[in-house]
């Protein structure tokens, strides 16, 4: 296997393994063994465990099925949409989220054990997250599209809707017993409660 291939199996299994034991729960060795490979061949292509947690994030950043931000939604944040700018946002996280369980349950992992891996998430993608949508809704506020209050408040709550959505679906809820309906669905009225709300208007 060329040493390419030999890394990124190597990779897979490490995720596969973390995300089902956790990172207190897993060794070297034990990734070794479910990849086929001596303990040696791990540490030839990572040096130690940090670099291998870096190469997991790194890996998942640069595949093709990982989830850009900022590419999905420029051009509506350019045109200032809010619904596509909410709304793209959110499929694009729901739809990642189905596509790939295992990581987010590695992501769980780490922020329950407090592992290193949870705050470099955090660094690379929350943040980052909470940048940009906080970034434009404090815009719209200036503009008068927007009501005033914290844009972090307004990023929180939406986010909230995606991710226990995610964890119900994924986690809790595999079956759909408490809400059946299709990610676009989903994004579609999680949007629609952001922008608009639940309440009635006053005549």
Known sequence: MAAE?????ILKVAVSLFSQRGFVGTTTKE??????VSEAMVFRHFANKQELYSA????????????NPEEMVAEALQEKDDRAVFERLALGALEHHECDP???RLLLHAALEGHELAQMFFEKFVRRVYELLGNYVAERQRDGAMIAMDPAIIVRAFIGMIIHHSLNNNL???QRRLLRISNQEAAKQFTDILLNGISRKAA
């Open 5 to 9: 291939d030999r890394r990124l199996q």
């Open 31 to 36: 990734i070794a063994q479910a990849a086929g």
């Open 56 to 67: 997991i994030l790194d890996h998942k950043a640069c595949s093709g099925d990982s989830m």
């Open 102 to 104: 295992e990581f987010q």
């Open 172 to 174: 809790w809820d595999p």
